[in-house]
């Protein structure tokens, strides 16, 4: 987590304002659910589910809303389908959230224990965090999935998802209430962080002994502000500036079809490559045919002076987009990759620690000692040996579900499933113990 908080315990301020107070409800509602079974919070997330397509004529009639202002407003049509709901992704949102009451239940799992010598039985064990406020952009979806991983995990939650959401996020906080308080849970485990205006987010990020933990999931310049202004610990997500490196021993066929995957199967998302590296002794004969399969695929490539050369010599080539200083630490999140050629692995490997977000990186290569050597000297949080950047996900990683990709060092590291939203916390049984 983010160490620049102060040492504070309490809040802020004692003077009640409607974030504070939502909050301490958050806060009341998570002492709540903690000691609560499983099978109370399992329900709870199925009555959820079932609430959620109960109720779809609801949520996309606000949503509607949403997306009309979105488009006269002239908002981008990718931006417009990230932000809208309709009757099929309200089932798919409604089956992934079945989907997370079938994962192993994190809290109680016994990390360590023993016997201590002098008696005492010592247990470390898993138990909420508390209160999980989550700062993002305008994806409603991810109002439900964050709801529903956090209250799997015992977790209260305060949503703050951006103005342009406000009325689809406001009609499925409604929806989740209802279903949780139905089944038994505290309706305040779930809640919408009340105003639009960024005072509201401020004022989020300040609130220190009522809010846990901050999880900011959107663009660069979200993470940094909530980083950088925040005294609520936070957890840093999910900046992607990955790259493939493909090595003098790889098969360059798979290195085609390695790059074009993690360039643009999707390339609006965190774990899209937006650098690629090649080992100049295999220059010659890749950068033509990836340049022909990338062109294909319809990524722009921005190259240094011999992809450009490469691009300038193809027939069929539109040609290569110089590659300047800011293509390098740009994460794209488009169709457009920024290409260099490398002398070597070390070369490579300098370019990764200089640029890299510290997300993915991935070689290709048949060389073991390489692929060894590279695996070593990459610190990121994944780093993959013959396959795309796009499996970084928790759902690819066999986990279920994450609540995001965490790209710094402390308490959670890569994707965020259950149990990294979790603490611990030690139990120790004694008979009449007493310390001499």
Sequence with gaps: MSS???????????????????ARRAKEAAAELAPLPRTARDAALLAVADALVARTGEIVAANGEDVARARAAGIPDSLVDRLTLTAERLAAIAADVRKVVGLPD???????????????ELRQVRVPLGVIGIIYEARPNVTVDAAALCLKSGNAVLLRGSSSAYASNTALVGVLRDAIAGAGLPADAVQLVPGESRDSVRELMRARGLVDVLIPRGGAS???????????????TGVGNCHVYVDEGADLGMAVDILVNSKAQRPSVCNSAETVLVHAGVADAF????????????????GDEAWQRAGAGAEDSAGVEPATEEDW????LSYDIAAAVVPSLDAAVAHIRQWSSGHT??????????????TALVDSTAVIVNASTRF???????FGAEIGISTQ????RGPMGLPELTSTKYVVTGDGHTRS
């Excluded at 950068?287 to 921005?302: K, S």
């Excluded at 991935?362 to 590279?374: E, G, K, L, N, Y």
Aim: hydrophobic letters at 40%.
């Design 4 to 22: 620049s908080a102060p040492p504070a315990t309490g809040p802020v301020s004692d003077v009640p304002t409607p974030v504070t107070a939502t």
């Design 106 to 120: 994190p809290v109680g799992e016994v990390v360590r224990g023993s016997t201590l010598p002098n008696g005492l």
């Design 222 to 236: 979200l993470i940094r502000t909530v980083v950088e202004e925040s005294t609520v610990p936070v957890i840093e």
């Design 287 to 302: 950068l033509p045919r990836a340049l022909a399969a990338l062109r294909e695929a319809g990524v722009t490539v921005h």
């Design 329 to 332: 630490g740009t994460e794209y």
């Design 361 to 374: 990186e991935a070689i290709v290569t048949r060389d073991a000692a390489a692929a060894r050597r590279f």
């Design 392 to 398: 970084t996900d928790g759902g690819e990683f066999g």
């Design 409 to 412: 060092k402390l308490h959670a």
